[in-house]
């Protein structure tokens, strides 16, 4: 049986799952939010090949709608080399997964990027200690 990643709020698929929602939800005209968004879920989904691969498919298709076709180029590529860096155990850590950077430079967290993903971690702990109450 496979766990439905909203069934362990507090886990790192919820956080995951809470990025990619928040890229659907955000408006295609806030491109620069939405490639936000997308780095922060590569950097939260890198090292587990599924969520890995399907983040580089996001920005495929963020890429290709923006008409950006030197970031199509580079995604087509880090796809490519999603399998291959899973097994042989040699995934940048850190790295946000555009085109702008090294597809094989381990980097620390941009203060953006370590944001966004402390907001997701902060909406997906609310979300399980369900509604507040009035005091």
């Known amino acids: 049986m496979q766990a439905n990643a909203d069934a362990d709020p507090g886990s790192e698929h919820a956080v995951l799952a809470h990025l990619l929602r928040s890229y659907r939800d955000t408006p295609p005209g ?16 890198q090292t587990r090949i599924g969520p890995h691969g399907r983040v580089h498919l996001h920005m495929l298709a963020l890429a290709w709608e ?9 995604q087509v590529f880090r796809l490519l080399l999603v399998p291959l860096g899973h097994a042989l155990g040699r995934l940048p850590l850190g790295n946000p997964g555009s085109a702008r950077v090294s597809a094989f430079q381990p980097m620390a967290l941009t203060p953006e990027i370590r944001g966004c993903l402390q907001a997701a971690r902060t909406a ?12």
């Open 66 to 74: 923006t008409r950006a076709w030197r970031e199509v180029a580079g």
């Open 124 to 135: 997906v702990a609310q979300a399980a200690s369900g509604p507040a109450r009035a005091g």
């Open 30 to 45: 806030d491109t620069p939010r939405r490639w936000l968004l997308l780095e922060a879920a590569h950097v939260q989904g």
